[in-house]
Each structure stands twice: as structure tokens, then as C-alpha cells.
């Protein structure tokens, strides 16, 4: 079985400080992963994925996630936070073989200027 | 051209009434599926319909009917709304367990 558990339901950083967002998952074998956005009132937008090869991958609008399998992590990282990064985030997981599809709980990042 | 689409984008009824929520997508993904997000943003999945058989159904209400009629349709039809049933449903859709497309989302208030 597959879960995600994303650390922190609420983040608050600075304009133009670090993001971080934890995700850890939990599978028999490494999975895909997954970082969405989702801006308010609109459907989850695709930031990033891991499927295979280098494990530090980079997304849209910034945002960089590590994939390290030694602490089944997979957290999501910006060097400097814009005012217009202000949404929810969801880490999701899904198996390589099968169906399964998992999201996180999210994590809702504001911007404070 | 939107990928994944979905109508209404809101709907406001009455309790006990029925109602369904149409989602096209045109990236002919094999795949498709309905999800619930609650107003703690929590995204449960409901239905998950590969070449227009279902593959995934999650414990939903058997109010909840999903159909597609072909790869790119996938509706959802609720019977006898409850107060419990408003939330956002999305409609999403990928290419064979890889990423998910997801629509703009219909939110359902429940009166």
C-alpha cells in the first residue's frame, strides 16, 4: 500500500525567502511523485514530477523537488518566494505497476510581503 | 484549446433533487477520474474509468453513478442531493497512470 503525508498544513514565508514544502512517502518500491498547485478557485496544475533518472527535478516557475529514496522524501523547494506562489500545494504519489493514485493532505503557503 | 473541461462551474440545488457534472477531455488520455475536495482542501479520489471501464471505485455513495460514454466523457450523476454532497468535484484525466490533467473544477452547493 502507498501513502503520502505532507509535514505542515500551513506555511507562511517571507517575499523572497526559502520555500520548503516536506512530502514523505510510503511504498514497497519507489513510486512516481508528484507536486501540484493549486491557485484559488482553479483545479491542480502539474509542477513537477519524478518518474526515473536525476533525482533533483525541476518545475514550473521556479520550484525544484529532490527525490531522495534513503528518506522517502520528496520535498518541494524555491529559493525565493514570490507573492504570486500563494497557494495550496499537494505532493501525490502513484505506483509504477498499478492504478493507484495518492494526494497528500496539502500544504497552503501564503507570502508575507 | 482547454484540455480538461468540465460544466457546470457551479451549481447551487436543492436538497434531494439530481444533478450530473459533464467532463470532456481532449488530450485522448485512456484514463479518467472524479475526485471530491472538501472545504479542508482534501482531495478524495471517487471513480477511475480506463477505456471506458471502471477501474477504480472508491467507498462513495451509491447516489454517485459515473458514466462515460466514450474515452473522452466521463459524467458523473448524483441522485438525491445531501447537505454532505457540496464541495469542488474535479474531473481529471492522464495517460495510463502517469500524470493527471485536471478541469477547472464544478462546485456543488447543496441547500
Known amino acids: 500500500a502507498q501513502s503520502v503525508t505532507q509535514l505542515g498544513s500551513h506555511v507562511s514565508v517571507s517575499e523572497g525567502a526559502l520555500v520548503l514544502l516536506r512530502c514523505n512517502y510510503s511504498?514497497?518500491?519507489?513510486?512516481?511523485l508528484f507536486w501540484y498547485v493549486q491557485y484559488p478557485n482553479q483545479g491542480l496544475q502539474l509542477l513537477l514530477k519524478y518518474t526515473t533518472g536525476a533525482t533533483l527535478v525541476k518545475g514550473i516557475n521556479g520550484f525544484e523537488a529532490e527525490f531522495k529514496k534513503s528518506e522517502t522524501s520528496f520535498h518541494l523547494t524555491k529559493p525565493s518566494a514570490h507573492m504570486s506562489d500563494a497557494a495550496e500545494y499537494f505532493c501525490?504519489?502513484?505506483?509504477?505497476?498499478?492504478?493507484?493514485?495518492?494526494f497528500g493532505t496539502g500544504t497552503s503557503l501564503t507570502v508575507i510581503p | 484549446d482547454t484540455a480538461v473541461s468540465q460544466t457546470p462551474k457551479y451549481l447551487v440545488t436543492q436538497m434531494g433533487n439530481d444533478k450530473s457534472i459533464k467532463c470532456e477531455q481532449n488530450?485522448?488520455?485512456?484514463?479518467m477520474y472524479w475526485y471530491k475536495q472538501d472545504s479542508k482542501k482534501f482531495l478524495k479520489i471517487m471513480f477511475s474509468?480506463?477505456?471506458?471501464?471502471?477501474?477504480i471505485n472508491e467507498t462513495v455513495p451509491n447516489r454517485f453513478s459515473p458514466k462515460s460514454p466514450d474515452k473522452a466523457h466521463l459524467n458523473l450523476h448524483i441522485n438525491s442531493l445531501e447537505l454532505g454532497d457540496s464541495a469542488v468535484y474535479f474531473c481529471a484525466s492522464s495517460p495510463r497512470y502517469n500524470e493527471q490533467f485536471f478541469g477547472p473544477g464544478t462546485r456543488l452547493t447543496v441547500l
Open positions: 511504498s514497497s518500491v519507489p513510486p512516481y
Open positions: 488530450l485522448g488520455h485512456d484514463t
Open positions: 501525490a504519489v502513484s505506483s509504477r505497476t498499478g492504478n493507484q493514485f495518492y
Open positions: 474509468y480506463n477505456n471506458k471501464e471502471l477501474i
